[in-house]
């Protein structure tokens, strides 16, 4: 017989702060193309001179930072301007 025993865990995610997410110039000219419209991933890493996985891990920072949202439609991913007041 197995048995089992589940604990109740608190998950805490972990939100980075802000100001270190706009700190970086790439990330910050992210924001400033978000603000106009609701590109996909892609769309936004054709805009830049670095690789798709390096838009990727931006893109992560700002949306644990609050900043943008991400929304996943399909396979498609669309990253959003989040106005915090």
Known sequence: MITLVFETVQLRIMRRDVYQAIADP???????LLSDKTPSVNELAHQFEISRPAISKH???????????????GRERTAKFRLRI
Do not use: A, M, W, Y
């Open 59 to 73: 893109l992560k920072i700002l949306n644990e930072s609050g900043v943008i949202t991400i929304h996943k439609s």
């Open 26 to 32: 790439v990330r910050r000219e992210i924001i400033d």
